[in-house]
């Protein structure tokens, strides 16, 4: 018999309804404006690690392809460069990812720009959002560095490549591919270090390679660091704040790497976003970025151990 009823119990749709009326209250309280931008454009993100759904439509002699958007950020950053001061959205985003406990491919994501805010300011202001829905007193805070040195007692700024593949061989067997020093990184943060975390922590300043549209910064010893976060609870990545990158000329320069990149490794090849580029040319004010799951922030609120039983319709059901 063909699966009809919701995945979400009828308790669950009320504690969304209340999530979103105590998100928007958090964000009304700071006078922080609620916009909206297009699902669907006419490009999407190049970040190599997330693959995006399309589109192509036929008019009569007129064919366009269209992107359903990852995360609303190019456009809100359009909207930050047209004067709109400090913004957020809640919205629906889409990624091509395979089912899990805590993914669905189309999920809701909450996003925010404050104006003049250090990576400090924002993390502080996560904290007060996600312990205020939660009812969590605090929430620590490590570096990219801390977080190395106390699992692994490695240093992963100054460890040699070559080491660093070692290290990531004696704990993960790894099958095929060609492997890099960001991809060791990785393996070992999400399959070594985070399944041996409980309750939540930020971790800061990573390595300047895992940049993606952050700033880049020297550290107190000195290391060059992407001025970036990552809130994780419970095992799950919760939500991803940058320093923003406001230059242009770089922001060109990391976008057409990634399109290097996905050409030489047989992943679509994006359009570049020349809209966001004239944008960054006018001028983007100085800001701080966060990208927040309210699926998983769900989660956390209601205890639910699987992402299945917040979402009114999974993608395998919808």
Same mark, same amino acid.
């Given at each position: 018999?063909?699966?009809?009823?919701?995945? /979400?119990?009828?308790?669950?749709?009320?504690?969304?309804?209340?999530?979103? /009326?105590?998100?928007?209250?958090?964000?009304?309280?700071?006078?922080?404006?609620?916009?909206?931008?297009?699902?669907?454009?006419?490009? *999407?993100?190049?970040?190599?690690? %997330?693959?995006?759904?399309?589109?192509?439509?036929?008019?009569?002699?007129?064919?366009?392809?269209?992107?359903?958007?990852?995360?609303?950020?190019?456009?809100?950053?359009?909207?930050?460069?047209?004067?709109?001061?400090?913004?957020?959205? %809640?919205?629906?985003?889409?990624?091509?990812?395979?089912?899990?406990?805590?993914?669905?491919?189309?999920?809701?994501?909450?996003?925010?720009?404050?104006?003049?805010?250090?990576?400090?300011?924002?993390?502080?202001?996560? *904290?007060?959002?996600?312990?205020?829905?939660?009812?969590?007193?605090?929430?620590?805070?490590? *570096?990219?560095?801390?977080?190395?040195?106390?699992?692994?007692? %490695?240093?992963?700024?100054?460890?040699?490549?070559?080491?660093?593949?070692?290290?990531?061989?004696?704990?993960?067997?790894?099958?095929?591919?060609?492997?890099?020093?960001?991809?060791? @990184?990785?393996?070992?943060?999400?399959?070594?270090?985070?399944?041996?975390?409980?309750?939540?922590?930020?971790?800061?300043?990573?390595?300047?390679?895992?940049?993606?549209?952050?700033? %880049?910064?020297?550290?107190?010893?000195?290391?060059?660091?992407?001025?970036?976060?990552?809130?994780?609870?419970?095992?799950?990545?919760? /939500?991803?704040?940058?320093?923003?990158? /406001?230059?242009?000329?770089?922001?060109?320069?990391?976008?057409?790497?990634?399109?290097?990149?996905?050409?030489?490794?047989?992943?679509?090849?994006?359009? @570049?976003?020349?809209?966001? @580029?004239?944008?960054?040319? *006018?001028?983007?004010?100085?800001?701080?970025?966060?990208?927040?799951?309210?699926?998983?922030?769900?989660?956390?609120?209601?205890?639910?151990?699987?992402?299945?039983?917040?979402?009114?319709?999974?993608?395998?059901?919808?």
């Amino acid at each position: 018999m063909m699966t009809w009823q919701p995945s /979400a119990s009828l308790k669950m749709l009320k504690a969304r309804a209340q999530l979103l /009326a105590s998100i928007r209250l958090f964000f009304a309280e700071r006078q922080v404006l609620e916009v909206e931008t297009p699902l669907l454009a006419h490009t *999407t993100a190049s970040d190599i690690h %997330i693959q995006s759904w399309r589109g192509v439509n036929s008019f009569g002699s007129n064919t366009q392809t269209k992107y359903l958007q990852t995360s609303p950020e190019f456009a809100m950053k359009r909207l930050l460069c047209s004067g709109s001061g400090s913004i957020y959205q %809640i919205c629906k985003a889409f990624r091509v990812e395979e089912n899990s406990r805590c993914h669905n491919p189309e999920f809701t994501m909450l996003e925010w720009y404050r104006l003049d805010f250090s990576l400090a300011d924002l993390m502080q202001e996560v *904290t007060q959002l996600v312990c205020q829905m939660t009812n969590q007193a605090a929430i620590p805070r490590y *570096t990219y560095r801390e977080v190395f040195q106390n699992y692994l007692d %490695i240093d992963p700024h100054t460890i040699s490549t070559d080491a660093l593949e070692q290290m990531t061989r004696d704990h993960i067997e790894l099958v095929g591919g060609e492997f890099q020093r960001n991809d060791f @990184l990785q393996l070992l943060l999400s399959e070594v270090i985070e399944p041996h975390t409980r309750g939540s922590w930020f971790i800061y300043d990573y390595p300047e390679p895992q940049a993606a549209l952050a700033q %880049i910064a020297q550290d107190d010893l000195g290391a060059s660091v992407a001025r970036r976060f990552e809130l994780f609870c419970n095992g799950m990545e919760i /939500a991803n704040g940058y320093q923003e990158l /406001a230059d242009p000329v770089e922001q060109q320069r990391r976008f057409e790497l990634d399109l290097a990149y996905r050409e030489k490794h047989q992943l679509e090849v994006y359009p @570049l976003d020349e809209r966001l @580029l004239a944008a960054l040319k *006018t001028g983007l004010p100085p800001c701080a970025g966060v990208a927040l799951g309210v699926d998983r922030l769900l989660m956390l609120v209601t205890g639910a151990t699987g992402i299945d039983q917040v979402l009114n319709f999974t993608t395998d059901i919808a």
